[in-house]
Nanobody, 120 residues
Framework: QVQLVESGGGLVQPGGSLSVTCKAD???????MGWYRQRPGNVRELVAT???????NYADSVKDRFTIVGDNAKKMVRLQMNGLKPEDTAVYYC???????????????WGQGTQVVVSS
């Protein structure tokens, strides 16, 4: 069974930096990985994604502050967050669009989420 295992996150002061990492476990073919977030009282929204070919997509609110890097061989993706603002406070969810080789099924998968709090 495919699992997305997240690490990182935590508490940081405004202007600080933090990273979150996600690794996919299982026999898979990865099409795209990335991060979404859900801020308090809001719906889940795109943060950044990266395709297996290295094409990235960022939300306007994080461009020039966040960087997403993928490692196809390790089935990992890392989001480096710089210049964090209080409005970046959210639960960050790893996302993957992949093909499960064992179950022979393709689909979108989600991690359990990791909390990021930006506060002084």
């Amino acid at each position: 069974q495919v699992q997305l295992v997240e690490s990182g996150g935590g508490l940081v002061q405004p202007g600080g930096s933090l990273s979150v990492t996600c690794k996919a476990d299982g026999r898979i073919i990865m099409y795209e990985m990335g991060w979404y977030r859900q801020r308090p009282g809001n719906v889940r929204e795109l943060v950044a994604t990266i395709t297996s070919g290295g094409v990235t997509n960022y939300a306007d609110s994080v461009k020039d502050r966040f960087t997403i890097v993928g490692d196809n061989a390790k089935k990992m993706v890392r989001l480096q967050m710089n210049g964090l603002k209080p409005e970046d406070t959210a639960v960050y969810y790893c996302y993957a669009d992949l093909h499960d080789v064992v179950q022979t099924v393709s689909g979108k998968y989600w991690g359990q989420g990791t909390q990021v709090v930006v506060s002084s």
